[in-house]
């Protein structure tokens, strides 16, 4: 079936301007999680959905991060007043049900983010 | 919360060698520990995990092995590939927790 599809694949954007990010996790997954890899590192975790609700956003690094899955699927990472420093690969993941202690992670292949 | 150390962030093996990449973690609570390869400009995807209540996993050419005392694990691949080219993230997830906290990756380098 369909795995974890992102978009756009790319963004180039100005320093200050707003982006959007689309995550359509497999269907069926409840549980879907954003993540920042900066070259060279791991997936940094950024929040985790169950559902519809924001479980843990505690990965967010300030106000200018958001996210929503206002109908339990589809989720969109929203930046406000981008800055150099958001400039990183932002994928999303999702999960067949959340179990603590036991999730695979099903990756989609990633939203380049590159702030001018 | 939990923290997850790797090592080496760089491996190179000769095509049939085996290689060894080692984490250590943080948190005793932790219980699953999952290995993602992800091969270049492509999506990280699990090999191997394994629980707390065993001590070590195979599947072919690919072993995890676990020791709860010392909080480490390693990734253990013989007969290395050219494919096998790749960095590979281990992660560590608490029990009472639904969120993995990842190393920060190893670059295998298989040369044929």
């Known amino acids: 079936g369909a795995g974890v599809s992102q978009t756009p694949s790319n963004k180039v954007t100005e320093k200050g301007k707003y982006v959007e990010l689309r995550c359509d996790p497999i269907?069926?997954?409840?549980?879907l999680y954003w993540y920042r890899q900066s070259l060279g590192q791991g997936p940094e975790f950024l929040i985790y959905?169950?559902?519809?609700?924001?479980?843990?956003d505690s990965g967010l690094p300030n106000d200018r991060f958001f996210a929503v899955r206002p109908e339990g699927s589809v989720s969109t990472l929203k930046i406000q007043r981008t800055e150099r420093g958001d400039s990183a690969v932002y994928l999303c993941a999702s999960s067949p049900m959340a179990l603590a202690g036991a999730n695979e992670q099903f990756f989609g292949p990633g939203t380049r983010l590159t702030v001018l | 919360g939990e923290n997850v150390e790797q090592h080496p962030s760089t491996l190179s093996v000769q095509e049939g060698d085996s290689a060894v990449i080692k984490c250590t973690y943080s948190?005793?609570?932790?219980?699953?520990f999952p290995w993602y390869k992800q091969e270049l400009g492509k999506r990280p995807q699990l090999i191997i995990d394994?629980?707390?209540?065993?001590g070590e996993k195979k599947d072919q050419r690919i072993a995890v092995t676990l020791n709860k005392t010392a909080k480490h694990f390693s990734l253990h691949i013989t007969e290395t590939q050219p494919e096998d080219s790749a960095v590979y993230f281990c992660a560590a997830e608490t029990g009472g927790s639904y969120i993995p906290t990842f190393g920060r990756g190893t670059s295998l380098i298989v040369h044929p």
């Open positions: 394994i629980r707390s209540n065993v």
């Open positions: 948190d005793s609570a932790s219980n699953y």
């Open positions: 269907s069926g997954h409840t549980a």
């Open positions: 959905f169950q559902g519809t609700g924001a479980a843990d």
